[in-house]
């Protein structure tokens, strides 16, 4: 009896509940700041259908090294990505680039080091058309899109994120999100990262995941009010998009997600009462 009332409750929730997001709200998805690997959700409710890439780990520019697994998930060097069906598409690469840069220290666990190192380097993009990820999905179902950022190279750069053509984040600053990450002799620690995540519904067999240009050059910066001293006279002049990770992850549909829950209660409570 207690089982059924379980799944009736869930049922009846439904219009209230779907797998949640962490952060700031934007345009649609959330933004959030991370200090730790453990921030960003990679439990897969679906295994095998989870895919990850690192994008500054990349052939292409004469850098490769081992892939990085962050929470049980395999981000990818881009060869054993585009192996598994994952594409970058935009410029050649005559016009798309990859930059080091001292990561953030986030950590001591073997996660928390693996994610450092995809923090160490990231793709950008030398022109305004950006770049693109493509990753192969099934249609009509849910997928947890997390993008990852650190930013300690430009202090005036903004760009767009879209998935599937659709404005998530119109001029994202890293900066404005996560903070101003100043060199360990001014005493302020690199301790944290940015993420975008989003839930959206897949409309074909792919799923792009884009970053462009902003409208923002020349403009002032969008901390100049915030922190005059640091940013008053700044002005925007990089709108090259600079990303280091990516993570899609099939999720379920609320129904699905609020019965399962109730169904591994209901086995819980049996398991309690025959004690």
């Known amino acids: 009896m207690r089982c059924k009332l379980l799944v009736v409750v869930a049922a009846a ?12 709200t934007v345009n649609f998805g959330r933004l959030y700041r991370g200090t730790s690997a453990a921030d960003i959700d990679t439990t897969p409710t679906f295994p095998g259908q989870i895919q990850g890439i690192n994008l500054g780990n990349n052939i292409e520019f004469g850098l490769l090294t081992g892939n990085e697994t962050v929470g049980g998930v395999i981000l990818r060097n881009e060869p054993t990505a585009f192996a598994n069906g994952i594409t970058v598409n935009g410029p050649a690469p005559a016009n ?25 380097f990231g793709e950008f993009a030398k022109t305004a058309a950006g770049f693109n990820v493509t990753f192969p999905v099934t249609a009509g179902e849910k997928y947890k899109v997390t993008s ?12 767009d994120i879209t998935i599937d053509g659709v404005l998530g984040v119109d001029e994202f600053s890293v900066i404005q999100n996560d903070g101003l990450h100043q060199d360990a002799l001014s005493g302020v620690s690199r301790s944290s990262f940015s993420a975008y995540e989003a839930i959206v519904t897949a409309t074909g067999s792919s799923l792009v995941v884009g970053f462009e240009s902003g409208e923002s050059f020349g403009l002032p910066h969008p901390l100049a009010a915030q922190d005059p001293v640091n940013f008053g006279t700044l002005k925007i ?29 209901c086995i819980a409570w049996r398991r309690t009462t025959k004690r």
């Open 13 to 24: 929730a439904l219009h209230l509940s779907s797998p949640e997001v962490k952060g700031d």
């Open 96 to 120: 798309r680039g990859i930059a080091g840069q001292a990561p953030p220290i986030l950590g001591a666990t073997a996660d928390d080091d693996a994610l450092e190192r995809v923090f160490n």
């Open 148 to 159: 990852l950022f650190f930013e300690f190279i430009s202090l005036t750069r903004t760009f």
């Open 237 to 265: 002049e990089d709108v090259t998009p600079f990303v280091h990770g990516i993570i899609v992850e099939r999720v379920p549909e609320p129904s699905t997600y609020l019965l399962a829950l109730a169904g591994a209660a």
